[in-house]
């Protein structure tokens, strides 16, 4: 189905097959050199380390604390029979250990059990990374095909504009046409010259935008090669993907997670009011190398024991969080319909895409040998005197915009594609590779 002026193209650059790169090779390249993907990477490792924080609130506590003193100390002493005073001056330097292991704090076990939350959350933001960048290398990749078929689409009509030009020009030297043919075709060929310039202002565009995802100006990338087929969803039932959607979607996972967030932290704030017990003790030793009558000491002091602590008032702020808690777990489980119709709406959305690429792909491949005949006939009714230059014109301009047409839908069901994985949560580079498998 492409042109036969590529031919000779096509045949050199199979040389070259080899050096080009493809879908696969390029999403390896964007993960090793994207920015926003790496940014997610990142996310993720911060966010894995909530669960270690959220253990160490159950876990004891151990302090060491020392001390070094130097002690000025005027003494007179009073009454009946009073002793003589005097100034002593010395130093003392000891130090603590402490110890304190909750036994019961809500509040803790609370925050505990969300930082499993929040791991899972970081996992399913993650996920959802991954997917996004798999979907916007492969947009990216097409989107550079797309433009290359335009500025090859617009070389190609271009000359054979030219050709036209030509025989207009000496239809009109022996008279046998008007010279309203030849100004026709120099219009068509001027606005064929402007659109091949538009058309490679794009290219360079779509590359740039490739460069971005790998840090690097792409190679020559693979086009989709004859072996390219259209496969319907499996299974063809739209209402079973937006199941799978609803169980599995990373989208929806991380509302979840949120909603289960915002229910516990209503119960860790409520939790202010409740008592604490806690396990202490201490073992402290301290060292004076001259106190009260130049005596020197060292004490040694150990306990242990249980330590509760009753919280009465705190200035309202306790029921203040209590309040606020409650209104953010509204607004979490109104979010996670949100999310729940959101991406509901993006999965059908996406399964129709697929389904109706197939047929819009079939429409236009049946239109593009259609349109093949029109100018053959029209190229043939020129010669014979029943058709003029301007049907062969417009016959030509409608050969190419069905081809542009078609490779443009052909991508769009590849990506579409790609996009219901997406939404179904489980996108993956096995799909990369199978959409890689396309292209020559």
Do not use: C
Request: hydrophobic residues 40%; charged residues 20%; proline residues 3%.
């Amino acid at each position: 189905m492409r042109l036969k002026p590529y031919l000779l193209a096509t045949l050199l650059a199979a040389a070259g097959s080899a050096q080009a790169a493809d879908l696969l090779e390029t999403f390896h390249a964007a993960q090793a050199n994207d920015p926003v993907f790496a940014a997610a990477r990142a996310a993720r490792q911060a966010g894995l380390e909530k669960l270690p924080q959220g253990r160490s609130l159950l876990l004891p506590n151990l302090n060491l604390g020392a001390n070094s003193t130097l002690n000025d100390q005027t003494v007179q002493y009073r009454g009946a029979f009073p002793f003589p005073g005097g100034n002593q001056r010395y130093n003392s330097h000891g130090y603590n250990v402490n110890l304190t292991q909750p036994l019961f704090r809500q509040q803790n076990w609370l925050a505990y059990t969300e930082s499993e939350l929040q791991v899972a959350q970081a996992e399913a933001q993650f996920l959802l990374a991954e997917q996004d960048l798999i979907l916007r290398v492969a947009q990216a990749y097409f989107d550079v095909l797309i433009a290359q078929d335009s500025v090859r689409l617009a070389e190609a009509q271009k000359t054979a504009i030219a050709e036209q030009l030509e025989q207009a020009k000496r239809n009109f030297e022996v008279g046998s046409a008007t010279i309203t043919d030849t100004h026709e075709a120099q219009a068509r060929y001027d606005l064929t010259s402007a659109q091949e310039i538009a058309a490679q202002n794009d290219l360079e565009i779509k590359r740039r935008a490739l460069q971005q995802l790998l840090n690097a100006m792409p190679k020559e990338l693979k086009p989709l090669g004859k072996e390219f087929k259209l496969e319907a969803p499996q299974p063809a039932d739209m209402e079973k993907w937006v199941g799978d959607a609803e169980s599995n979607n990373p989208q929806l996972a991380i509302a979840k997670a949120a909603a289960e967030i915002a229910d516990k932290e209503v119960a860790r704030n409520r939790g202010g009011h409740y008592p604490t017990v806690d396990l202490v003790a201490n073992y402290s030793k301290t060292y004076a190398n001259g106190g009260t009558f130049g005596v020197g000491s060292d004490v040694t002091g150990k306990s242990v024991g249980v330590q509760l602590n009753v919280p009465l008032f705190q200035g309202g702020v306790v029921n203040s969080r209590w309040r606020e808690a409650e209104a953010n777990r509204d607004r979490a489980k109104e979010e996670l319909e949100n999310a729940r119709r959101t991406v509901a709406t993006q999965t059908r959305q996406a399964y129709l895409g697929v389904v109706s690429g197939i047929a819009q792909v079939k429409a236009l491949q049946q239109a593009l040998t259609s349109s093949e005949s029109v100018l053959e006939a029209s190229k043939l009714g020129q010669e014979v005197g029943v058709r003029t230059n301007l049907d062969v014109l417009n016959a030509q301009q409608q050969l190419y915009a069905t081809r542009r047409d078609l490779y443009q839908a052909e991508y769009n069901y590849l990506v579409s594609h790609l996009r219901l994985k997406a939404a179904a949560g489980s996108l993956g580079e096995e799909d990369v590779d199978r959409v890689n498998r396309a292209l020559h």
